[in-house]
Structures are given as structure tokens and as C-alpha cells.
């Protein structure tokens, strides 16, 4: 099936060409580089399930792009331990950031330079400064907010019919977002920059598919829609700052401790900019958009993945029920009570091993490196997959099932069980999601009964998070315990064994 490896002299100048062996690790090359490729690119975690058993841990695809000069290596890395070589050194693995970049000085650039796009000293002050925000007693003093929230979504769901349940919890997460973040005074215009946001996430991804500038493409709409929110966010700010010294919302919070420094806007050189510790006005806006976008999107898809995997498995929604009925009696839970509620704890962990919001993270090498025994250059990348971590079976036994129990026997390290990631630029957000998606789950859990329409295809689709493609219809009722199973169609069976 494979090509042997070239000779010495193309390699010289080119790199090899053809499929071969370097430090002992497969590298797929042309023809199999492009079907790769091609393949990844459709559906990238069933891709890179098939690629696992095929290929082991360790892999790499060469070079990629026909015209690039030398050979640019993207390595696949699926081990545990690999995970750790790559995440516990963020200086010598940059992180290359959300969504496309646009061109330079553009205010797609601006809008998408917050933490997850910065690196190096600049990365770890702006870190420092956001953490104790996001820490768990700043969290839970939000928690009350954040169930008084979800209580008046859930006042306007329907006690009977069918509804997709993917778009209702996107809906309850981009309320519970803004308002965390922009505001509770003005409830309407954090909203509207809530969705502003949603749809910046939304041209972004399908700019990818046509990255050109021309009138009427998503890429062309995407610079004009960051323009607009930029100045939007900006305008925010400015008022905030006119007011903010008793408002509790993030972003007056960081505008109160913004420096006075207010670097000429337009004309910033990103690069030299990495080398700045204050927060300014581009940070503001830069850091508004990404925590905005890190937080609404992965929220609502973690609790849209877990109602269905407990509509799904009908013994451990009886269980959780119970749980959650003796000790709040239909209430939202207040952080104290989290100790008491160890099974919505254990089905939230199991619900993101086995569909991982976030299943593949991509680093990028700053430096000569090394992974495993592949030698890597400057400019390499390094894919690694939370997915494929998750369900080895030396860790967790019968990974392809649901089972909330194996969380009070097993303890994975850090780099085996990481839907947040870990090291150093492990997810700032934790307690937040730890705090909606609980007090969401003990809500909507106590009110409803949902279940899964039988024979609705649930299939993945990869868009940073992987998100239910077409939704997730489930039928509504008041919460009567009569739960069931039905059987689903989709490609949800290769993570999950499910009835069919
Ligand atoms: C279920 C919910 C969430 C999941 C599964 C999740 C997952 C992750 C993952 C995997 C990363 C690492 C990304 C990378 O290295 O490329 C990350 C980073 C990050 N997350 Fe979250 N996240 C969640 C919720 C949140 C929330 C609620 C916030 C809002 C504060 C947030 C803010 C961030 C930020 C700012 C980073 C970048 C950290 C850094 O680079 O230093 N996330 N998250």
C-alpha cells in the first residue's frame, strides 16, 4: 500500500515526497498526505479514529501544501504522554489561535487577539489578569445570576412537543454569557453582542471553506461583520468606562483595571504588541469576543451532548433524578451544595470523555522540537485529540460506554482525562462552565422530561467544537419519569454504544 521513501537528493531540496519512515515514525506524504487531508477534513474525529487503529499513536503527514519549500510536518499525536510533552510547554508550543486571521491591521485580526490567540509574556500577564475573575468564589458569587437566568428561559420552553434541544440550550448559554460578561443593567444590549458574537463564530467557520476576499463570500461578510462588532464592543467599553465603578460584569471589572495606557489603535504592530503586559482598549476588545465565543459555545454543546446521552441511558437518568430531587426538591443548586450531588458531578465528567466538546487541539513549534521520537522544525504542527485520549482502552475501560459510576473508581492524570485541556494554558474557565452547567442540568433535569425523537440521525460536525450536526430533536414533557430510550441513526454511534 505505501510508497517507498525517495532519495536523498529531492530531499535535499524539496524534502521527500513519497511515504516513508523517519525516526522510526511513519510519515505520509503526497497522494497519502492529500487523502489525509481530504479525508480529515470531512469528518476529522471518525477520520482520526480509523487513523489510530491503522497508524498507532504517532504519525505525521510532510509536506502538505505542493508549493511550500522544505518539508513542513503536521504531527498526529494520540498518547497521553504526548499530550504532555506538547501542553506543559506552551513557550516551545505556540498556540496558533481561533478561526481565520484576516489580513494585518484588519479588525478581524483585533477582534479574535484574546488569551487563546496570545502567547509568551504578553499571554501569561493578560492570564493573570483575567484568572482571579474566573476563579471559583468570583464564579460562584455569579451562581444566583446564573440560576435566576436559566429559570426564566425555562419559563418559556413548551411542557409538550418537539424541540431541538441544541438550539434552546444554545439560546439559555448566550443569555447566561452576555450577561456574565457584558452586563445584567442592559440586558438587551449585552444580548445583542451576544449574538453579534454567535455570528462572527458562524462566518468564521465558513470563511475556512472559501478564504477569499471578494464580495458576497462568508470571508468578505466576516471582515465587514468584525468591523461592525469591533466597533460595537468599543462602544460598550466607552460607556462602561463612563460607569462601571458598581457594576460586577467581567467587562467592567477589566475596565476598571485597565491601565491608562491606550496604544494609537489602528496602526498597532501585533508582533511588538506581544511584548506589552497592560490591558488596552484593543485587548478589551479582543479579550471580550474570545471569552465570549470560549464560553456561550462550549457550554451550550456540553449540556446539549449530555441531555442526550441521559435521555439515552434511562437508568442513570432515574438515578441522577433522584439525587437531584432529595436534595434541592426542584431548586437551582448552590455551589455548597455541589458535594451532595456527586452523580451530576460523575455524568458531567463522563458526558465530556466520551464526546469531548473540544476533541482536537493543534500547537504549533517555536523551536527545533521533539515529540515522542519525531524530530520537529520551527513552523511543525502538532495535533493532539482529546477524543482519541479518552477512549483508550488501557484507561478507561469500555470506552465506547456511558457510565457515570466509573468516575467514583477511576482518577486519570491530567493529561489522560483533559476535556479543558491542561498545563499551563489550561481553560480559564472551568468553574464557570463547572457553575452553569450544573445549575442548568439540576434545572432543566427537575422540570422536564426530554427524549431522543427514535430514529432522529444525531451525527457530529467539527467546527472547533463539535457540535450535533443537525440538531438534536427531542420531544418535551413535564418532568413524569417515564424515560426511554429510542433508537437513533447517525455517526454518534461510533463514539457512544447506543441503542439503534
Ligand atoms: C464546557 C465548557 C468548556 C470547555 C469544554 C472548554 C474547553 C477549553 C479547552 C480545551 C481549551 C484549550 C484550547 C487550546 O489550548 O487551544 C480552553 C481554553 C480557554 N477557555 Fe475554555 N472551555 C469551556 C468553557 C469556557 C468558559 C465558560 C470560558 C469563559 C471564561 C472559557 C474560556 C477559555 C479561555 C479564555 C481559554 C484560553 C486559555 C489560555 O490560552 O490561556 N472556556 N477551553
Not at 487531508?37 to 501544501?65: E, Q
Not at 468516575?407 to 486519570?412: C, K, Y
Request: glycine share 6%.
Amino acid at each position: 500500500m505505501l510508497a517507498p521513501m525517495t532519495t536523498a537528493t529531492s530531499a535535499a531540496r524539496r524534502g521527500p515526497v513519497l511515504t516513508g519512515m523517519r525516526d522510526g515514525v511513519r510519515i505520509l506524504r503526497g497522494p497519502d498526505a492529500v487523502l489525509w487531508w481530504a479525508r480529515f477534513a470531512v469528518d476529522p474525529v471518525g477520520y482520526l479514529i480509523r487513523y489510530h487503529r491503522r497508524h498507532g499513536a504517532l504519525s505525521a503527514l510532510g509536506n502538505v501544501h505542493p508549493f511550500g519549500r522544505g518539508e513542513r510536518l503536521h504531527a498526529v499525536a494520540l498518547a497521553p504522554e504526548h499530550n504532555q510533552e506538547v501542553l506543559s510547554n506552551p513557550d516551545l508550543f505556540r498556540s496558533s489561535g481561533l478561526l481565520i486571521a484576516g489580513p494585518r491591521k484588519s479588525a478581524q485580526r483585533r477582534v479574535r487577539y484574546g488569551l487563546i490567540r496570545m502567547n509568551g509574556p504578553k499571554h501569561r500577564r493578560q492570564r493573570e489578569l483575567l484568572m482571579p475573575l474566573f476563579q471559583k468564589p468570583a464564579v460562584e458569587a455569579y451562581s444566583p445570576d446564573i440560576g435566576a437566568l436559566v429559570g426564566q428561559m425555562l419559563d418559556e420552553w413548551p411542557t409538550d412537543g418537539v424541540l431541538d434541544v441544541n438550539d434552546e440550550v444554545h439560546k439559555l448559554s448566550l443569555r447566561v454569557s452576555a450577561r456574565i460578561l457584558f452586563g445584567r443593567e442592559d440586558p438587551s444590549r449585552a444580548d445583542g453582542l451576544g449574538n453579534m458574537i454567535r455570528q462572527w463564530m458562524h462566518l468564521g467557520y465558513e470563511a475556512w471553506k472559501f478564504p477569499v476576499n471578494l464580495p458576497g463570500t462568508p470571508y468578505y461578510r466576516l471582515m465587514r461583520h468584525a468591523a461592525r462588532m469591533e466597533r460595537a464592543i468599543l462602544e460598550m467599553v466607552e460607556e462602561k468606562r463612563a460607569d462601571s465603578a458598581t457594576r460586577t460584569d467581567v467587562l467592567s471589572i477589566l475596565i476598571r483595571a485597565h491601565s491608562a495606557a491606550h496604544a494609537a489603535f489602528s496602526d498597532i504592530d501585533l508582533k511588538r504588541y506581544e511584548e506589552y503586559g497592560q490591558l488596552t482598549d484593543m485587548d478589551l476588545v479582543g479579550q471580550s469576543t474570545v471569552l465570549f465565543a470560549a464560553s456561550f459555545e462550549t457550554n451550550a454543546t456540553a449540556l446539549s451532548w449530555t441531555l442526550f446521552l441521559l435521555a439515552q441511558h434511562p437508568q442513570v437518568m432515574h438515578d441522577l433524578l433522584d439525587e437531584l430531587q432529595s436534595v434541592l426538591a426542584g431548586r437551582a443548586p448552590t455551589p455548597a451544595e455541589y458535594d451532595r450531588l456527586p452523580l451530576l458531578d460523575a455524568v458531567i465528567k463522563e458526558s465530556m470523555r466520551i464526546i469531548p466538546v473540544v476533541p482536537i487541539t493543534t500547537r504549533v513549534a517555536t523551536a527545533p522540537a521533539r515529540v515522542g521520537s519525531l524530530e520537529l522544525s520551527k513552523g511543525d504542527r502538532v495535533h493532539l485529540s482529546h477524543y482519541i485520549t479518552h477512549h483508550l482502552p488501557a484507561i478507561y475501560r469500555d470506552p465506547e460506554c456511558f457510565r457515570p459510576e466509573r468516575w467514583f473508581e477511576i482518577r486519570p492524570g491530567p493529561y489522560e482525562y483533559f476535556p479543558f485541556s491542561a498545563g499551563p494554558r489550561m481553560c480559564i474557565g472551568y468553574w464557570f462552565a463547572m457553575v452553569t452547567l450544573k445549575t442548568a442540568l439540576a434545572m432543566i433535569l427537575q422540570r422536564f422530561r426530554l427524549s431522543v425523537v427514535p430514529g432522529a440521525r444525531i451525527d457530529r460536525k467539527n467546527q472547533v467544537t463539535m457540535v450535533p450536526k443537525r440538531g438534536m430533536p427531542m420531544s418535551i414533557h413535564l418532568q413524569d419519569r417515564r424515560f426511554e430510550a429510542a433508537p437513533v441513526r447517525g455517526n454518534v454511534h461510533d463514539m457512544v454504544r447506543l441503542p439503534r
